[in-house]
């Protein structure tokens, strides 16, 4: 098992950034390492849709092309930590923000691919 606790959120003006963060405690026998995570988010009225993505060995992201170039995310196996770095915000950034974990092989972009997710955080830009 694998909970997942987001922060970070908030309300920023276009422009500006925020830095999301994800803290994982996992009770399942295997290390916070070995998943591959995700960040998704969901606005008001639309379908979930994938942000970012890192595999369990370092150096390999993935990105969805509307944040490709302003969103970082990373991660800190020390700590448990999932990180997404968002620049250069737009009102259509606005939306929940969820992180997941993947334990099992499959797509980095799927939000049915992942095993475990967080309750979210809001992020709200405004123009």
């Known amino acids: 098992q694998v909970q997942l606790v987001e922060s970070g959120g908030g309300l920023v003006q276009a422009g500006g950034s925020l830095r999301l963060s994800c803290v994982a405690s996992v009770t399942s026998g295997r290390t916070f390492s070995s998943y591959a995570m995700g960040w998704f988010r969901q606005a008001p009225g639309k379908e979930r849709e994938f942000v970012a993505a890192?595999?369990?060995?370092?150096?390999?992201?993935y990105y969805a092309d509307s944040v490709k170039g302003r969103f970082t995310i990373s991660r800190d196996n020390a700590k448990n930590t999932l990180y997404l770095q968002m620049n250069s915000l737009k009102p259509d950034d606005t939306a929940a923000y969820y992180c997941a974990a993947r334990g099992r092989f499959g797509t980095y972009y799927r939000a049915r691919d992942y095993d475990y997710w967080g309750q979210g955080t809001q992020a709200f830009v405004s123009s």
């Open positions: 890192i595999a369990t060995i370092a150096g390999y992201t």
